[in-house]
């Protein structure tokens, strides 16, 4: 008795252990702990990489033990697989003398590493970072080698004033551009439509156009005559080695000296960097300078997407889920949507060259600009193919959400609305759409997820590495969707993989990665905010 | 009450020989009713025996399932409803509904009362004002609800919500509201102030309620029809059916031998 009672227990608490899953709820619990740490370590791994970039690190001076000697930030360390020993890499810049920005030193040849005050650092329009030693400040009124740091930080300061100027005259000749090639257009399409070219209209334009040739001409003599002007204020350096090099005030971006900025200072730096990636446009092959227009390219091209993508996706479902008869037809469209979410997104791009840029685009071309033929206007790649092409890419994922948003709807709240006398459409419009809008939302959510991060289709759409002009600008009419754009997505690759300086981009590769993911985290951010909003408002809770 | 108005002779609505099928099923078999005007009627019988199915034909909600049929005839106020030709938006709001579940939409109490007002495109704030307060009023709902009328419908208790159900049917001003067993996800009290309304209704409006508890069909109804197996067996007041059936079969159920 006592014995089969106790058998009974056992079988009992065996049994229950199973029953109650726990080994499930271990299961389940580790597998989301690992897809967090996998999250987390993602966002770390870019924002460490990336983060760390725009911070001033200090410029040693490492004396070797064969007399020589070196200056140049110290970046990793690596052992040696076969001895053993360390090695340090050490940014050397000066790739105007160097050819090389990075070197690789044994740490058994080095004798000694200080960090001396006098160390300048500048960072140059080309030939990347310079680091050395100020010698003099040259300008047409004089040399000048006593109390030479406020010296330079004088003339600097004026030369930056005066390139702001440059700037605003850089505004006008390319405006003075602009007003001259859409002249040209419009010579070539009077012509083209058979003007005589004797005839009032032509002359007109002619003249218009000789008379801005020669503002324009007048105003590069004046840009040019200023340039060199301001190349006379020059400043001399001296490398480790004793070899100077004269570098104007105009080629010089940015200065500081790295080993012995404050905290404060380094700070400000650091905002300054950010700013400027933000807000400036690339320079030297991508490699250094501003994203502003990478940035600008994605934003828009995300939006631009989102006009086809959403409405598209939104009407179609609700023809699928709320109209459409369930037969064998639309159970057919219905898995092939679910299929077109998986296609490649290359198969896409090709589509998009096909269908969008030579079918479309062609077209356009031969019926509203025959005259600029064979030149493309809409007929090559540019913005609205390439967003055009992804909002095909995400109409998929805009159905199947809005498909399931309007199927979680409860049938009675459906039936409520009709016995009131309200029609299908009505009832669509004032009870149907308004609660499922957080789940469709959600899918807006997940499509601009996806937009933002694909590069591939935008390949052979209308991407390039360097857009001489933003889509968007103050000539008529603003808005330019056949102009080719940059995006963050192929600048990370183009930087990462194809630029000729590898090493040097790195850093790059990581801050532009990390700009992508806030992008997207920003975007997305607003969409789940608007969301929530919507959920707290037509949650049907007590149901 | 309106005295005036009662006559159990006069029939707002009438089925004749009404067949029902879902697919190839068939639901209700020659079904004929007559619905006395302003008097409160009830369903009763089985489960599964087609009660909701016969108060669906009324305003052709069953419309809305897929490969349904109804056979036979059913007027309202002399018209054919069972004619394709006819306007069946038009038939609903004059034929109101009220559902097991209660269902306001994801709106504020006011907006819930006038949805059927806004739908048939009434726009004068006075009226969607007097509207609101006087069908709240007799939902027996006002005085709860009067100083939130902006607040959403969805932070009410369940019987509030109910209430708040019938008020918007009562908004379009129909002549006859269907209930099906409008108090059975209710607990006791809010039950109560359910019936207590229906009986305050009485007079004003046709009630056809169905319901699975005999004490409440005694309680507020004029008139009872029993039905098995998509049949109607009895028809007549609630005080006969209920005292002193006719059929054998209504005697069983209403003692409670089975169902
Ligand atoms: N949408 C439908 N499709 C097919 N058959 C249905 C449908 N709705 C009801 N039926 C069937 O029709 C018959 C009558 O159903 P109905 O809902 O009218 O019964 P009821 O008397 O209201 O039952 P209850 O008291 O449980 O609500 C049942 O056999 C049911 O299975
Ligand atoms: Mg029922």
Redesign the interface.
């Known amino acids: 008795m006592d014995n089969s009672n106790s058998e009974t227990i056992n079988i009992h608490a065996h049994r229950s252990y199973w029953k109650l899953g726990e080994p499930m709820v271990w299961l389940s619990g580790a597998a989301l702990a690992s897809i967090l740490a996998i999250a987390v370590i993602l966002v770390f791994v870019i924002i460490s990489n990336g983060l760390g970039v725009f911070w001033p690190s200090p410029v040693a001076r490492i004396s070797l033990l064969d007399g020589g000697s070196t200056i140049g930030e110290l970046t990793q360390r690596q052992q040696k697989r076969d001895t053993g020993a360390w090695r340090q890499q050490i940014k050397t810049g000066n790739r105007d003398f160097n050819s090389l920005d990075f070197r690789w030193i044994e740490d058994s040849d080095i004798k000694k590493i200080t960090y001396p005050a006098n160390i300048i650092a500048l960072e140059r329009m080309e030939f990347g970072n310079f680091y050395g030693f100020l010698r003099e400040v040259n300008t047409p009124s004089g040399q000048f080698s006593k109390d030479l740091n406020s010296q330079f930080e004088k003339q600097f300061h004026f030369i930056a004033e005066e390139m702001e100027k440059l700037e605003d005259m850089e505004d006008d000749i390319s405006s003075l551009s602009n007003d001259m090639e859409s002249l040209r257009l419009k010579k070539q399409k009077l012509e083209y439509h058979g003007v005589a070219s004797g005839s009032p209209e032509l002359a007109k334009v002619q003249a218009e156009h000789a008379r801005l040739q020669q503002e324009f001409e007048e105003l590069l003599i004046k840009q040019s005559n200023e340039i060199n002007r301001l190349r006379a204020y020059t400043a001399t350096f001296e490398d480790i080695s004793g070899k100077t090099k004269s570098i104007p005030f105009l080629d010089i971006v940015r200065y500081y000296y790295p080993n012995t900025m404050s905290f404060f200072q380094k700070v400000g730096f650091y905002i300054e960097k950010l700013w400027e990636l933000l807000a400036e446009e690339p320079r030297e092959a991508n490699t250094e300078g501003g994203l502003f227009p990478a940035i600008f390219g994605t934003v828009l091209m995300v939006i631009i997407m989102s006009f086809l993508s959403f409405p598209l996706g939104v009407i179609t479902a609700i023809y699928m889920g709320e109209y459409a008869?369930?037969g064998v037809v639309n159970r057919m469209v219905h898995i092939a949507v679910h299929n077109l979410a998986g296609i490649p997104s290359i198969v896409y791009g090709v589509f998009g060259l096909g269908f969008f840029v030579y079918g479309i685009g062609g077209t356009i071309d031969t019926l509203f600009f025959p005259e600029r033929l064979p030149t493309p206007t809409f007929g090559s790649g540019g913005i609205l193919w390439a967003s055009l092409t992804l909002g095909l890419l995400t109409v998929p994922v805009v159905i199947v959400a809005t498909e399931e948003a309007l199927s979680a709807v409860?049938k009675?709240?459906k039936?409520?609305?009709?016995?009131?006398?309200?029609?299908k459409f009505?009832t669509l419009i004032?009870?149907i759409l308004?609660?499922a809008s957080p789940g469709i939302m959600t899918g807006f959510i997940l499509a601009i997820a996806r937009a933002a991060g694909e590069v591939a289709p935008l390949m052979i759409t209308g991407v390039v590495k360097l857009a001489p002009t933003l889509a968007l600008d103050s000539s008529f009419p603003y808005l330019h969707l056949e102009r080719k754009f940059m995006h963050l997505g192929f600048h990370i690759y183009d930087v990462g993989f194809q630029s000729p300086n590898v090493e040097a981009a790195k850093p790059m590769v990581f801050v532009t990665t990390f700009l992508l993911v806030m992008i997207v985290m920003v975007m997305s951010s607003l969409a789940i905010v608007l969301r929530n909003r919507l959920k707290e408002?037509?949650?049907?809770?007590?149901? | 009450m309106d005295a005036i108005s009662l006559d159990p002779n006069v029939h707002v609505m009438e089925s004749k020989d009404l067949d029902f099928y879902y697919g190839d099923s068939q639901a209700l078999f020659g079904v004929s009713m007559k619905i006395p005007r302003n008097y409160v009627t009830a369903l009763i019988g089985p489960s599964g025996c087609g009660k909701s199915t016969y108060l669906r034909c009324l305003?052709r909600?069953n419309d809305?399932i897929?490969r349904s049929r109804m056979v036979g005839s059913i007027s309202f106020g002399g018209e054919e409803i069972n004619d394709p030709a006819l306007d069946v938006?038009?038939l609903?709001?004059k034929v109101?509904?009220v559902?097991q579940?209660y269902?306001?939409?994801?709106k504020s109490i006011y907006e819930n009362v006038i949805?059927?007002l806004?739908?048939?495109g009434i726009k004068s704030k006075s009226i969607l004002d007097e509207t609101v307060e006087r069908s709240l009023q007799r939902a027996a709902l006002w005085d709860e609800v009067k100083d939130r009328l902006n607040g959403?419908a969805?932070g009410l208790s369940?019987g509030q919500?109910q209430r708040l159900?019938i008020a918007?049917?009562i908004a379009?001003n129909p002549e006859v509201l269907l209930m099906d067993e409008p108090a059975s996800a209710l607990d006791p009290r809010s039950t109560a102030r359910i019936e207590e309304l229906i009986t305050e209704l009485r007079g004003k409006y046709t009630i056809v309620i169905v319901t699975h508890n005999m004490q409440q069909a005694t309680r507020v109804s004029d008139f009872t029809g029993y039905f098995y197996e998509g049949v109607l067996k009895e028809h007549g007041t609630t005080e006969q059916i209920f005292t002193n059936p006719k059929e054998k079969h209504t005697e069983d159920y209403i003692s409670g031998r089975f169902g």
């Open positions: 008869k369930d409860p009675s709240v039936e409520g609305s009709l016995a009131l006398g309200a029609t009505q004032r009870v308004p609660m408002r037509y949650t049907i809770t007590g149901f | 305003n909600m809305l897929d938006f038009r609903r709001q109101g509904m559902f579940k269902n306001p939409f994801p949805y059927g806004r739908i048939a959403t969805l369940g919500m159900c918007r049917a379009n």
